[in-house]
């Protein structure tokens, strides 16, 4: 995403002033230990969990390291920002960990540069010992069904960012004027957006939701909205927490077929216990009658959401003038095989389900940052063994782009820990280059030729604190910034 405007001009005079990318042959393997003499320059790309993980493990182990985390956006934390919901603000705590790293003297934040662009992943080799790339999953997996590229059809990954303050997504202006929703996809991320679809606004009011995502939501008119699944109640993605959020939301009443649930019951005595709590879960709610006071509580309910499984996408069908999407057609399906092999295959009956908003859950994916790293786009993800990205010494990686767009927080923590652990080994085997590096002094002085205004973490404290006081008027834990130009001003650039 470009942060900054160029206009045709300027962009091509950047272009010719900008030198030749580095060349992208592999380091050779530096069999000469590392001097304790040397300090160890490391740059690692993203500022997500991954990315602050990583430099972590790597300042605590070595104590002369120095870290450079580089980051696209002006402001750091990645989807802890831009992802979390923002009635989950507990999730959020991990970043008062996250600031301390960024406080230590051998860490340094460098906001506002895009690796690919502004500066090459060949030229960040040259300046620094080892580069880690932590920079996460920044699309969403298309459906690849016919009516997807219709108005009212968007992904999930956009809404989230677009509540979230996220500037590239704050164009979007989804329209909430239709009844009926439905979400493609069963994971956390789906229920999530079916969540914030159907919260009472005023329940919102007092998080760091934006304000203009709270003043469309507070003219809302959808009242159900439909949460769509190839498989059945046991491949569920989401996990027990968010469901029952979903059942207890206020104003809300969860519709559930309790055809669904036949022979469940003797099934889920089988399946690992986190897999077991929430099956029952579901169950209850599908098949047990409620006590009385949440049965009244349903039956004066403005708003409801429901689970479809064993339902396929084929096509968004568009409404009569063609201008925007008015259903969706599903595929019926069956299950076959068993266990994790478990697949959905089509039975060849269809059901069209209508509604004016598609939102698609159906994952994140990431994208190549640098022609000079290897990508594999099938799986996507950097081709890597623990770590090492494969036939690229000095260059590793961590997070969702070593290991695809799977798991919470904690799991990418264990899993950049390790990358660092990995990195800090090679370090000390002598497989890195021995002498010293000029780490960010030369990708400064390359940015500088370039007309790029890096942001350190002392400016985005200066954001920080403008964010906070912004929302205190409102009762808000921050109302966030989300147009970079108007943040480069506050910082005087």
């Not at 439905?182 to 009011?205: F, K, M, S």
């Not at 209850?284 to 339902?311: D, H, I, M, N, Q």
């Not at 960010?440 to 954001?463: C, H, K, M």
């Amino acid at each position: 995403m470009a942060l900054r405007r160029w206009s045709g001009r300027h962009w091509s005079a950047w272009s010719r002033a900008r030198p030749p990318p580095a060349r992208s042959t592999p380091t050779p393997v530096f069999q000469q230990r590392f001097s304790t003499q040397t300090t160890p320059q490391i740059c690692v790309v993203g500022s997500g969990p991954a990315g602050f993980y990583t430099a972590q493990h790597l300042l605590k182990h070595h104590p002369q390291a120095h870290v450079d985390i580089y980051e696209k956006q002006l402001v750091p934390f990645g989807l802890v920002r831009f992802g979390v919901a923002p009635d989950h603000p507990e999730v959020k705590n991990v970043i008062n960990t996250f600031t301390q790293t960024a406080h230590l003297d051998r860490c340094a934040f460098r906001g506002n540069v895009v690796v690919g662009r502004d500066v090459t992943v060949p030229e960040l080799r040259e300046a620094y010992h080892a580069v880690v790339l932590s920079y996460g999953a920044e699309d969403h997996q298309a459906l690849g069904i016919p009516g997807e590229e219709l108005p009212g059809v968007c992904s999930a990954r956009a809404f989230v960012g677009w509540y979230n303050g996220l500037p590239e997504n704050q164009q979007l202006a989804p329209d909430l004027s239709c009844d009926t929703a439905v979400i493609l996809g069963q994971g956390n991320v789906a229920l999530d957006v079916a969540r914030i679809l159907l919260t009472p606004p005023e329940h919102l009011e007092k998080t760091d939701i934006t304000e203009a995502a709270l003043g469309v939501l507070r003219q809302s008119c959808v009242k159900t909205v439909w949460i769509v699944g190839r498989r059945g109640p046991l491949q569920v993605a989401f996990t027990i927490k968010e469901l029952r959020e979903m059942i207890h939301l206020p104003g809300t009443r969860p519709i559930l077929n309790s055809a669904d649930f036949l022979d469940l019951q003797d099934r889920v005595k089988e399946v690992p216990r986190p897999r077991r709590r929430l099956t029952e879960l579901l169950l209850r709610t599908a098949v047990e009658k409620p006590g009385p006071e949440e049965a009244a509580r349903r039956a004066s309910a403005p708003r409801a959401w429901g689970l479809r499984f064993f339902r396929s996408p084929q096509q968004v069908l568009p409404s009569p003038d063609g201008q925007r999407a008015a259903a969706v057609r599903l595929a019926v399906t069956r299950l076959e095989g068993a266990g994790e092999a478990t697949r959905a295959v089509p039975t060849g009956e269809t059901e069209d389900l209508p509604c004016g908003l598609v939102l698609s859950s159906v994952g994140y994916k990431s994208c190549p940052i640098d022609p000079s790293v290897p990508f594999d786009p099938k799986r996507g993800i950097i081709p890597n063994t623990e770590g090492r990205v494969v036939d690229v010494p000095g260059l590793y990686c961590s997070g969702w782009v070593k290991k695809g767009p799977t798991g919470v927080i904690a799991t990418t923590m264990t899993d950049s820990f390790l990358t660092g652990q990995v990195l800090l080994q090679d370090l000390k085997s002598g497989l890195l280059p021995a002498g010293p590096r000029p780490g960010y002094v030369a990708v400064q002085a390359l940015l500088s030729t370039r007309g790029v205004q890096p942001v350190s973490f002392s400016d985005w404290e200066t954001l920080d604190a403008e964010e906070v006081s912004r929302g205190r008027g409102a009762g808000k834990p921050r109302e966030k910034l989300v147009d970079p130009q108007e943040m480069l001003r506050l910082l005087g650039r």
